[in-house]
């Protein structure tokens, strides 16, 4: 059972950056594709970015236009989400799913494990 814990939100002014970390337990990331979700309130769930197992394939919300970059570090068991020139229409509660496999889906419900969530919220 793989265990995924969140950290990094917070409050933050808008242009301002944030690294969203994303630590495993119970399982080797490498055999894992990653996905961060986020979900403000009144709205549906969408997939912000997300990296096959090896981190070859990426994939990123168009809405996104190039802000945000999602990585990985097999050896610390951790995916990362960096934010920068963030905007108050980012805030929202983000999220890092993992599905055994190599390919990451689109879908929320394809993933396999969830974290509990790390707020994001961008001040104008």
């Known amino acids: 059972q793989v265990q995924l814990v969140e950290s990094g939100g917070g409050l933050v002014q808008a242009g301002g950056s944030l690294r969203l970390s994303c630590a495993a337990s119970g399982g080797t990331l490498s055999r894992y594709a990653m996905g961060w979700f986020r979900q403000a309130p009144g709205k549906e769930r969408e997939l912000v970015a997300s990296m096959d197992w090896s981190g070859s394939s990426t994939y990123y919300a168009a809405s996104l236009q190039g802000r945000f970059t999602i990585l990985r570090d097999n050896a610390k068991n951790t995916v990362y989400l960096q934010m920068n020139s963030l905007k108050p229409e980012d805030t929202a509660g983000y999220s890092c799913?993992?599905?055994?496999?190599?390919?990451?889906?689109?879908?929320?419900?394809?993933?396999?494990?969830w974290g509990q969530g790390t707020q994001v919220t961008v001040s104008s």
């Open positions: 799913a993992a599905r055994l496999g190599r390919y990451a889906p689109r879908r929320g419900y394809e993933y396999d494990y």
